[in-house]
C-alpha cells in the first residue's frame, strides 16, 4: 500500500494561493453587489425589515373609476394596471399571459380605448375610467359579444378569451369590423393559442352585422 504522499512546501503555497484567491472573489461580489442595490433596499436591510423589498417603496394615492364604481387606492408607484386590478380589487378575469404586452390576455379599456394593462402604470390611471371583461355584462344579462363568442365557440381554453373579448369590442367601436380581413389585422395583437381564430372572428362579424349596441 502507498503511503500518502506528504505535503510539501509548495503545495502548501499553492492552497495559500487559492484560498487568497477565493477570498478576493468572495468580497469582490460581495461589494459589487452593495454598489448595485438600491439605499432604499440597504436601509431596509439595516433595519432587519423582514418584507419584501418591494414594500420599502412609497405609496402613492389613485383614484380611478373601475366598472362604474369609484375606487381609491393606495399603490406603489411601479405597480401595472394589470397586479391592481388583480390583486388589491380582486378582478381576476383580466388575464397575466406574457406580461410584455405581446400576448393581449391583459386588455382592458381606458376611457373606452382598449390598452394593455400589463404595460400600464396604474399611477397613471389617475381620474381615469377603466372597463374590464367583469364590467361588460348588465347584471345577469351577458353583452351581445360574450353572447357570440359562446354561440360561435370562440374559446376553447378560455384564457385568453376575456382579452379577445375586450380587444373584440372595441374593435367594433373604432370602427376596424369591417371585413374578416381587417377583423383579423386589428385582433392581431391578441394570441390564442388553441387557434380559435375563425370563431373568434364570426363572433364580431355577428355582433357588427347584428348593428347590436356594444
Excluded: W
Excluded at 76 to 101: A, N, V, Y
Excluded at 120 to 131: A, E
Amino acid at each position: 500500500m502507498e503511503s500518502k504522499k506528504p505535503c510539501t512546501g509548495a503545495d502548501e503555497g499553492l492552497d495559500v494561493k487559492d484560498s487568497s484567491r477565493r477570498n478576493f472573489l468572495k468580497q469582490s461580489t460581495l461589494l459589487t453587489a452593495v454598489a448595485l442595490t438600491p439605499g432604499t433596499a440597504i436601509k431596509a436591510a439595516a433595519s432587519h425589515v423582514d418584507e419584501q423589498i418591494a414594500a420599502v417603496f412609497e405609496k402613492m394615492p389613485l383614484k380611478m373609476q373601475v366598472n362604474g364604481r369609484q375606487q381609491n387606492l393606495s399603490v406603489e408607484p411601479r405597480s401595472t394596471l394589470l397586479d391592481i386590478l388583480r390583486e388589491q380589487l380582486d378582478l381576476t378575469g383580466t388575464k397575466k399571459g406574457c406580461d410584455h404586452g405581446q400576448c393581449g390576455a391583459c386588455t382592458v379599456h381606458v376611457d373606452g380605448q382598449r390598452v394593455n394593462s400589463c404595460l400600464t402604470l396604474g399611477i397613471m390611471m389617475n381620474g381615469k375610467k377603466i372597463t374590464t371583461i367583469e364590467g361588460l355584462a348588465n347584471g345577469d344579462k351577458l353583452h351581445p359579444m360574450q353572447e357570440a363568442f359562446i354561440k360561435h365557440d370562440g374559446f376553447q381554453c378560455g384564457y385568453c378569451t376575456p382579452g379577445q373579448i375586450m380587444s373584440a369590442v372595441a374593435c367594433i367601436r373604432e370602427g376596424h369590423a369591417n371585413s374578416e380581413h381587417e377583423i383579423r389585422e386589428y385582433m392581431s395583437g391578441n394570441i390564442c393559442r388553441c387557434g380559435a381564430y375563425p370563431n373568434i372572428v364570426n363572433a364580431i362579424q355577428e355582433v357588427k352585422d347584428g348593428g347590436m349596441a356594444v
